[in-house]
């Protein structure tokens, strides 16, 4: 079982910047992808971005650009940098970690972005 526990959520304005950063109880090394999902009031969730264990990025088209992935597995965890942010961002954010085909998530942090 892995635990990840995210921070780094908040109110800001369009325009600026927030930080969010997750933290996994497993070793990162034996997590294969590691990522970031948002869910927004009355939509589905969606995959934000990703990091394989190799360092293959995936983003979602509406954040290219704009938002940062990284890993450090030697710590178990993975930011994510959001800049220019926009009021369609505001959404609850998940961390996601996948070992094999075995889903782990976080209990989500919300980041709202007024316009």
């Known amino acids: 079982q892995v635990q990840l526990v995210e921070s780094g959520g908040g109110l800001v304005k369009a325009g600026e910047s927030l930080r969010l950063s997750c933290a996994a109880s497993e070793y990162a090394f034996s997590i294969d992808v590691m990522g970031w999902y948002r869910q927004a009031p009355g939509k589905q969730r969606e995959l934000v971005a990703d990091?394989?264990?190799?360092?293959?990025?995936l983003y979602a088209d509406s954040v290219k650009g704009r938002f940062t992935i990284s890993r450090d597995n030697a710590k178990n965890t993975v930011t994510l940098q959001m800049n220019s942010l926009k009021p369609e961002d505001t959404a609850v954010y998940y961390c996601?970690?996948?070992?094999?085909?075995?889903?782990?998530w976080g209990q989500g942090t919300q980041v709202t972005v007024s316009s």
């Open positions: 990091m394989a264990d190799g360092g293959n990025t």
């Open positions: 996601k970690a996948r070992i094999g085909i075995r889903p782990f």
